[in-house]
Structure formats: structure tokens, C-alpha cells
């Protein structure tokens, strides 16, 4: 299907109740290619402007039961871009002052030349196409914007959301309609819908037969008898017309993008169509890369999480640490009745807290004996390394604050800043509790691990010291602490 240009002459109203007038003014602007239709009184200029377009109404003044001015009036309020010329006698001037004031495009004295009522016709066109050029220009912009933030969207949750709500944007619809299924998929496994007064129910309900009608197109519009099959019978919200664009990378479809007008006789406008198809080609494109980031986004969590359960084993004694921290940070953050954000987030930052010992000799870490102050250095600088090591890779954000002061204690005492009470995140004072409380428990290459209970009391005897009470408040809840111990 093509997108059409909506070109079509330009249309003229000659409105006056002299009949000699209308004929000669319609004889004359026709001959300059004007497509002009006449009206003998205000009247019924006003019944045929309402039910016809015009860009230009050219009216008398004077006139019975509806005037010029009136006529003027009627028009302004319907609110469309028609533009209106008064022709007015030298004794109702003034008048026609007045008539430019509340918007009228200019007026011309009676009687005229041919050439001067010709001039104002058409710097009346020009100021339409002007006008219609700005117009244009706009819509271009915001759709630009629109379509730069659906592509610079990396989330595919973001761009899902921003596409529904830039359809609603630069269509005149009532409802959006957007369904998802992931490349190789049969079955569209994301459904967003968004109307004008909020979320937009389960609209259409053949997909299936929308695919196959969509296959050679870049969009099409339904109406009527064509609208129904695809529609579901009992919930099809009174839809009288579906513009639908298939959102497609290469030989394959990803989604199908649809608006929904409920208003009758009214299909979507070219401008629409090829707004919906602009939007549909950019969330096609943003999906895909959104899909890729995803794969790699998890492919590197997943390698940087086994390199740091790598690094359990090369200490025998630590074999499951970082495994019992996260599970023991992820439980005190449900005590604390703390948001599935945060217990994803604790999740990670347990899994890597203590990869900056990466780089840290085995015969350090296993050391049995006392540690020189050099190994003891190398071994207090781990925060600092996995801060370097998590920098930079930016999903990882959120979660180096929390690696980087896991040593800080409540007191101030801890390192790598010696930050104190709440300026240390959350997570990691949740952490130097868990932490702690697994290395107590933990046998190691100078000590046997201490029992449960004893690990316990020295809990509650540094709580508010090395660690925030509130988290070792909540530590102590967890249901099946007990039997956590090695
Ligand atoms: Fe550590």
C-alpha cells in the first residue's frame, strides 16, 4: 500500500445574497483553477460549510438572518484552518475592522477590480500553505523525538511502552494496541494497550489472519465488514476502524503495532498512516537491539558471576561463601520487608563481593599462619580492586557501592573510607552481617568455624558497634538461620 499525498484542489466558498456577484466572483476564480462552490445568503453558507471543507470563505457582510459577521463567527468557532475575506461596502467599514479583529484574513471594499480581490485570494493561499508547512514541520520534529527515544532505548520494557505511547501521540486514536513475540516464537508473548483515558483492553483477537493480510504491506486500514473477523465479538470496544503496521526485521515478524478509532466515517489520515509506519519501522529496529543487548547484558552477568565462583574454589575453606552471603543478604532484605529491586540487587552484590580478591595470591588467602601488614594490605585492598573490576560495566552500576564498602563498619572503623552509620549503603551493612556471620561459622586454614550460637553472641555483642543494629536485628529473624551453620 501506498502512503498518499492528500492532495486536492484548493476550495473557495463565495457566500452573497446578490446573485450577479456570486456568479461573476465563482466565474472568475474558477477560470485561476479554484474549485469554487456558492451560497446566497449566510445561511446556507453555513449549512454547507458544515458538512463540506474549504480553506477560503469569501462572503458578503450584509446579509439577512446570518451576516457576514456572524458567518465569521460560526467558522472561527468550528476551528478549523479555513481562512475568511470579507467584501464590504465603504458605509459598513468599520464593520469590517471589526471583522479582522476577531480573525477574519482581510477585507475588500466594494466595488472591486478583478486584480485586487485575485491579489488577497491568493496571499490567502499562501499564508494556508505557510500555515500548512508549519504544521508539518512540527509534526516531523515531535515525530523525530519521539522516534529518537524509541531508538535509543536499550530496555525492552522501555521501548514497548514508548512505542504505544508515540502511537497515541501522532495518531488521533483512541486506542493503541501493540503485540510482541520474541524471534523464533509462534505465540506473542507481550501485550500493551494503552487509551486515551488509560490502559486499552485486548482488542483484536485474529492475529493470525492480521499477519497474513499484513505480509506484502507496509500498513493497512480496516472499516466495516473488512473491521469485524478480527475483532473480538464481545469486547471489540465499539471499534469502527483499525489502522494496523506490522513491525518487521528481515523475512520475520516481531510484533503487529495498532490504532483504533471508535468515531464513525472517520479512517485514519495519510499523515497518520505514515507516522504509525515511521514509529513501527523504528520499534521494529529498537526491539531487535533491545533483544541482542538483553542476550549479551545476561551472557556477560552470567560469565562475570562464574568467575567469582571460580574464585570460592580457589580457597578450600571459602568453597560456598559468596553462594551462603547472597542467600543470607537476600533473607535479612525480606525481614526487613525491602522491594524485589532491592533483593535482585543484593542478590548480585553477593554473588560478586568479594571479586576483587581475584588478583590475590592462593598462598595468601590460604595462608595458615599470622599475615605479614604487606599481605594483610593486599587482603584489605579487595574492595577496592572489585570496585575497578565492576566499574565499568554499566548494568553492573548499582551494584559497586555496595561491593566497594562491604568492609565499612557501623562505628566508622571499617575500610576501604571508614564511612559510618547510615552513609554506608543499606546492602552493605545488610552485607557485613551476613558476611560476617558465614566467615564465624566457616572453617578456615588457621581456625575451626565457630558453632551457631557463639556466632550469634559475638552478633549481638558487636551490634552497634561493627554492625548496624537494625540489620542485625533483622539477620537474627531469619527463619532458618539455625540450620544454616556448617
Ligand atoms: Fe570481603
Known sequence: MTIESGARPNRILVV????????????????????????????????????????????????????????????????????VIIMTGFATVETAIEALKIGAFDYILKPFKVGELLQIVERAFERLRLQAENLQLKEQISLLKLSEAVASSLSLDEVLSLVVEAAMKEVDADGVELLFRPPGSAEFSRRLGVGAQGPWPPTLADTARLEACLRDVSHLQFRGAALSPFLDPHGNNGIRCMLSVPLRRGAETLGVLNA?????????????????????????????????????????RQTIQGLALALDTKDSYTHGHSENVTRLCEATARVMGLDEAFCGLIRQAGIL???????????????????????????????????????????????????????????????PEGLAGDVIPLAARIMQVADTYDAMTSDRAYRKGLPHEA???????????????CCVEAFLQISDLGGHAP
Open 455 to 469: 556466632a550469634i553472641d559475638e552478633l549481638h555483642r558487636c551490634s552497634g558497634s561493627q554492625f548496624d543494629p
Open 16 to 83: 452573497d445574497d446578490e446573485a450577479d456577484i456570486t456568479a461573476v466572483l465563482a466565474d472568475i476564480l474558477a477560470e485561476q483553477g479554484y474549485d469554487v462552490e456558492t451560497a446566497d445568503d449566510g445561511k446556507a453558507a453555513w449549512d454547507k460549510f458544515s458538512v463540506e471543507t474549504f480553506d477560503l470563505v469569501v462572503t458578503d457582510l450584509k446579509m439577512p438572518e446570518v451576516g457576514g459577521l456572524e458567518l465569521l463567527r460560526r467558522i472561527q468557532e468550528a476551528g478549523r484552518s479555513t481562512l
Open 260 to 300: 483504533y478509532s471508535q468515531r464513525p466515517h472517520q479512517g485514519f489520515l495519510p499523515r497518520e498512516e505514515k507516522a504509525l509506519f515511521v514509529l513501527g519501522d523504528r520499534a521494529a529496529t529498537s526491539l531487535e537491539h533491545a533483544l541482542l543487548y538483553s542476550d549479551m547484558e545476561n551472557s556477560f
Open 353 to 415: 563481593h568479594d571479586i576483587g580478591k581475584i588478583g590475590i595470591s592462593s598462598s595468601i588467602l590460604n595462608k595458615p599462619g599470622r599475615l605479614t601488614a604487606e599481605e594483610f594490605g593486599i587482603i584489605r585492598d579487595h574492595p577496592r580492586m572489585g570496585r575497578r573490576i565492576l566499574e565499568p560495566i554499566s548494568f553492573l552500576r548499582d551494584v559497586v557501592p555496595v561491593v566497594y564498602h562491604h568492609h565499612e563498619r557501623w562505628d566508622g572503623q571499617g575500610y
